[in-house]
């Protein structure tokens, strides 16, 4: 938050990666000072030559995961040394005229048993393939001709060089200004969110070696592996290329507030190939809205109510914030007194921001029963909206690329993070469109009900009937950590993070939280 929206006139900054949980953690608490370093904060063991998050004499920084498009894959016509017709078991590829052989890369990996893990001692060897466009993914043909795909990163066999970023982060004498820390960041190749507050300022920078492509490439297809569309300037014997220049990275000083939880970075900024998550709600809302709330005219937020801020999110139930009350809203209300009293209960679940918290600690949820509502509904709808006009075929195959829940169990992780993927935007602005309301971006068609509302409404209350009937036990049964536990079926238990051990030493489970794994509350109260 700027100075401007704070009450000290200072900015202020809750801030911290969601590396996940673990016993030890993987990130270990370091205080370096050398005559070119003078730095305490975190970084992650084997790369930790500096700190990588932390603070320096009177500002500080940390990061978020960004995963901008850095990636792509090209397709190279297979061949035959001796020119024979190429089959999809040749070994060689045709790259800028020459037929070359694909390289074979093999590593050995062994193990011992320890406290940890008792797995019996072992050895695997691990097989890959390398081309002159990036690590073998996969082969197959293009128009009849096989075809060898390669994988090619920005930053592969280029690691190292962020290094060069994180040096001037650790050194006082090269970060006296936003503008110093946006230059440092550019530095790093890596694709993460950097945010920075001093006594005065307050400054974001999106980094990474964005590769500068030739244009009329679709990188959401491979691309052929021809000269011509390659990246810019690329030279394979060195793995570089041209990459766009740092004006054109998302970028801000100063700005009122900044929330970064792994959300679109810009207008227009192209996520990852692989990244279907963005949409028109993502899980930096509730921070918004704290924010939001305690700022609002003339309103100035401090430090304690920053971290309140974040703390109060890290609760929220996306579904229940942001597309429940739309569904009840279609919805309506309901003859049934059982559909009715459910919609009572979800009613005032969202009006109290949809938490799942257990503020007495007496290991069951505040508002159990309309968290086991939702958990029991959300699927059901998600079927019934979209499903029928879709088809199986394709909604099974829509729901592989970004799944329709990511709930704070996530497949039994129980690692906290949440609600980063999901269909939360879908199903929303499908609701608002069927209400009449005028969304940005329209989908081709209305879903729900095949855009009749008396159907969607009687999906929505047949799909909640459903939901009231499920019992907890079926929802938050089979869960192995909680059954190592002998807490199978508890709903709380269910959400638990879980530090993963990584020695000897274990951690009780901890309620569920939806935070950053090391966080820094800062507000820097004088300069240089």
């Known amino acids: 938050v700027s100075g401007a929206e704070s009450q000290s006139g200072r900015p202020l900054a809750v801030f911290g990666p969601q590396t996940g949980y673990f016993a030890p953690q993987i990130l270990m608490d370091q205080d370096v000072h050398a005559p070119t370093i003078d730095a305490r904060g975190a970084g992650f063991p084997g790369t930790n030559l500096y700190v990588e998050l932390g603070r320096g004499r009177d500002y500080a920084w940390s990061a978020t995961s960004a ?179 740092q004006s054109a990275h998302p970028q801000v000083v100063d700005q009122s507030y900044i929330t970064s939880w792994n959300n679109t970075q810009a207008r227009g900024y192209r996520a990852a190939d692989d990244n279907f998550s963005f949409q028109s709600v993502y899980r930096s809302k509730p921070l918004d809205d704290g924010i939001k709330t305690r700022i609002r005219g003339a309103k100035k937020i401090n430090l304690p109510g920053l971290i309140d801020a974040m703390e109060e999110a890290g609760t929220v139930d996306l579904r229940g914030n942001a597309v429940l009350p739309w569904m009840l809203r279609v919805l309506g209300p309901q003859k049934d007194p059982h559909l009715q009293n459910a919609i009572n209960i979800l009613t005032q679940w969202a009006k109290g921001g949809a938490h799942r918290r257990d503020k007495n600690r007496d290991g069951v949820y505040d508002q159990a029963e309309a968290v086991r509502i939702m958990d029991a509904w959300w699927p059901l709808w998600i079927h019934a909206q979209f499903e029928p006009v879709l088809g199986k075929e394709l909604f099974d195959a829509i729901a592989k690329v970004n799944e329709i829940d990511n709930a704070p169990n996530n497949h039994g992780d129980h690692l906290g993070s949440a609600y980063q993927a999901g269909w939360y935007g879908y199903a929303l602005k499908d609701l608002r469109t069927i209400s009449g309301k005028k969304v940005k971006g329209p989908y081709s068609r209305v879903y729900c009900g095949r855009g009749k509302v008396t159907r969607c409404r009687a999906l929505l209350a047949s799909t909640l009937r459903q939901a009231v009937n499920t019992p907890a036990s079926k929802i938050y049964s089979g869960d192995e950590v909680c059954k190592a536990e002998k807490k199978d079926g508890n709903q709380w238990c269910y959400d638990a993070v879980r530090q993963r051990p990584l020695g000897g030493v274990t951690q009780p489970l901890i309620h569920w939280i939806n935070r950053p794994t090391f966080q820094q509350a800062v507000e820097i109260e004088s300069h240089r």
């Open 67 to 245: 995963g901008q498009d850095i990636i792509d894959t090209f397709a190279l016509p297979l061949c035959n040394p001796d020119g024979s017709k190429p089959t999809l078991d040749s070994d060689h590829y045709r790259f800028h005229g020459s037929c070359r052989q694909i390289e074979k890369l093999d590593r050995t990996n062994s193990w011992q048993p320890n406290a940890a893990d008792q797995t019996p001692a072992g050895s695997e060897t691990l097989h890959a393939q390398r081309t002159a466009l990036g690590i073998v993914a996969g082969k197959g043909t293009v128009r009849g001709k096989p075809v060898v795909y390669s994988k090619l990163r920005s930053t592969y066999m280029h690691e190292v060089d962020s290094a060069l970023g994180f040096s001037d982060f650790n050194n006082p004498d090269k970060m006296r200004t936003p503008q110093d820390f946006q230059n440092a960041a550019y530095k790093i190749g890596y694709t993460f969110n950097w945010l920075y507050v001093d006594d005065k300022h307050d400054a974001y920078f999106n980094s990474g070696n964005n590769p500068v492509r030739p244009k009329g490439i679709d990188t959401n297809f491979p691309t052929m592996g021809l000269k011509r569309f390659e990246w810019r300037n690329f030279n394979p014997a060195d793995l570089t290329a041209d990459y766009t220049p």
